[in-house]
């Protein structure tokens, strides 16, 4: 059974289709991803670039400054600047695809929470979602099939 997940930016310009599901969902409250969203959190799909197809639209690279200095770029809609995904440390084979960008954005629930140190007070977690103060060790969280297609993209 082939699912795929089609997308879009807020003018419809950018159109796009992840041809699979991810590999993993972040729920990220991390202050980075709360002053780039403007909200309490970001929701990021990680997807092999090459199962994130184009259909419509351009979109545009925004490098953001990082506490660490490790690359992190967002791409946006050229028209209406939406941000579709982002793309961290230059490893631009692995997509972190904004989940509130895809049709049916309740299709993908977080797989995990991350950061929550910053976490906003009024945010209330689901039971049974595995959440961590800071980052995680994906080798122990991830389904084998998920750590498989990770190591088939960079070895
Ligand atoms: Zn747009
Ligand atoms: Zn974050």
Redesign the pocket.
């Known amino acids: 059974m082939t699912v795929s997940y089609p997308g879009s930016c807020s003018c419809g310009a950018v159109r796009y289709r992840l041809t699979s599901a991810p590999m993993f969902v972040h729920c ?3 202050t ?2 709360q002053r780039q969203t403007g909200s309490a959190f ?1 929701l990021n799909a990680l997807i092999e670039a090459d199962r994130v197809v184009l259909e419509a639209g351009e979109t545009a690279p925004y490098p953001q400054p990082t506490e660490s200095g490790r690359p992190h770029v967002i791409h946006r809609c050229t028209q209406c600047g939406t941000a579709v995904w982002s793309v961290y440390g230059g490893r631009d084979r692995l997509r972190f695809v904004r989940v509130g960008t895809l049709a049916e954005p309740a299709a993908l629930p977080p797989d995990v929470h ?2 929550t140190r910053s976490k906003l007070s009024w945010v209330r977690l689901l039971e049974g979602v595995p959440a961590f103060e800071a980052y995680y060790d994906s080798a122990t969280l991830w389904p084998a099939e998920a750590l498989a297609r990770r190591k088939a993209l960079f070895g």
């Open positions: 990220c409250h991390c980075d991803c970001v991350i950061y």
